[in-house]
């Protein structure tokens, strides 16, 4: 399976920016997505997930409030949208998929995911 991610750039603090992320499988209601990043000299962390069952998005408290993942079941395509961004959003951004629900106390560890895109970059300037 491959994950295909795009939508990254550079914008300014306060900005959005939408990041989407397309399985080259078709994605069922087991499955579960999610969103993760990487900053420069950090660990990868968890950002958002949803488990496909319910559809409801699971978000890290850093991102709460600003972030929202939502999919397209038509074109098959995870979304994550960014609204007020901030400097320290700065990263690498991974789409992850497993076709496995994870159990929600899980969402947030990458070791639940079998399958990662190749990363998108954002980057917020000051």
């Known amino acids: 399976v491959q994950l295909q991610a795009s939508g990254g750039g550079l914008v300014q603090t306060g900005d959005s920016l939408r990041l989407s992320c397309a399985p080259s499988t078709r994605t069922s209601r087991t499955s579960t997505m999610g969103w993760f990043r990487q900053a420069p000299g950090k660990e990868r962390e968890f950002v958002a997930a949803?488990?496909?069952?319910?559809?409801?998005?699971y978000y890290a408290d850093s991102v709460k409030g600003r972030f929202t993942i939502t999919r397209d079941n038509a074109k098959n395509t995870l979304y994550l949208q960014m609204n007020s961004l901030k400097p320290e959003d700065t990263a690498v951004y991974y789409c992850?998929?497993?076709?496995?629900?994870?159990?929600?106390?899980?969402?947030?560890?990458?070791?639940?995911?079998?399958?990662w895109g190749q990363g998108t970059l954002v980057t917020v300037s000051s």
């Open positions: 949803m488990r496909f069952s319910s559809g409801y998005g």
């Open positions: 992850a998929f497993t076709e496995k629900q994870v159990i929600l106390s899980n969402l947030h560890n990458s070791g639940a995911y079998d399958y």
